[in-house]
């Protein structure tokens, strides 16, 4: 894989967040605002999910920055967009899992998830950046096939990025999955419940082990209490009872570049709150 220092291109400091909205429309309409936090969040690349959006519902003002958009066929369902204020060389969205999908059942299964807009994978000039939003399992994991499924063809589909253009990949979004206890309050009571099952925990552990870093445990390995997602439900928030399924990963040949990893729980108006890094590449 390329490293741009080696190749003697002095790196340079990228500021990416990513955020799961939990519809954008509704986000627009709070206070702050959508616009303002996004100017607070002050990002080379923003990548947010769950847009809930289909093509024309919204237009955006952000100026000197690239919307790349993925919509579901669903209305008002998934989607995925990027913000990035230099423009992609090329774009690639989930039809891209398809080749990566094996046969049978589980291609069946990931040609269904494909259609409702889970990824934005944009090249740059040294890096591939991709913003995922990644199946939920759902109550009593009816739909764990289809996520063992998509977390196959992904995991796949990102070293195949890598290995098709020399270049490191940065990925992020909302993996709904709690990696390990540490990730979340109550892991003994959610054990075995959707987005923290052995299934799903294992998989993310076979996407690491595929050649990618958690960048905010590499920085923060024994932090506890920090997460990014907490339910409506309970004031969850307020007495911090969460989960951090929100992840920046970096392909393992740029981690030693990582230099800040941080969840922005002071930021309201999703039921998720921002992640952030700060890497040279």
């Not at 080379?44 to 999910?49: G, S």
């Not at 740059?124 to 991709?130: A, I, L, P, S």
């Not at 939003?133 to 739909?143: D, H, K, M």
């Not at 499924?149 to 890598?162: G, N, Q, V």
């Amino acid at each position: 894989m390329t490293d741009t220092a080696a190749a003697g291109t002095t790196p340079r400091t990228y500021k990416f967040a990513s955020w799961n909205v939990n519809g954008l429309r509704a986000v627009l309409r709070k206070e702050p605002g959508f616009e303002e936090i996004f100017a607070d969040l002050d990002a080379d690349i923003l990548a947010i999910q769950e847009t809930k959006l289909q093509e024309g519902q919204v237009e955006l003002e952000l100026p000197g920055y690239t919307q790349t958009w993925s919509h579901a066929e669903r209305k008002g369902y998934a989607g995925t967009a990027v913000f990035s204020r230099e423009e992609p060389l090329s774009v690639r969205r989930a039809d891209s899992l398809l080749p990566f999908a094996g046969e049978g059942e589980a291609a069946d299964l990931v040609a269904v998830a494909v259609t409702e807009g889970r990824v934005c994978a944009l090249e740059f000039e040294r890096f591939w950046f991709v913003d995922v939003y990644t199946p939920n399992a759902q109550n009593e994991l009816a739909r764990i096939e289809t996520r063992m499924a998509w977390d196959d063809a992904y995991r796949a589909f990102l070293k195949s990025l890598e290995e098709e253009t020399g270049k490191p990949v940065v990925t992020c979004g909302d993996f709904n999955v709690a990696h390990e206890e540490i990730d979340l309050k109550n892991p003994k009571t959610n054990r075995g419940n959707a987005g923290f099952s052995d299934e799903e925990r294992g998989k993310f552990t076979e996407l690491l082990g595929a050649g990618f870093t958690d960048t905010f445990r590499f920085l923060h390995p024994d932090e506890t209490g920090a997460y990014s997602w907490w339910s409506y439900r309970f004031n969850a928030r307020k007495n911090n009872t969460g989960w951090r399924i929100d992840y920046f990963l970096v392909s393992d040949s740029v981690r030693d570049r990582i230099r800040e990893a941080g969840i922005r729980s002071d930021i309201f108006g999703s039921d998720h709150c921002p992640v952030e890094l700060v890497i040279d590449l």
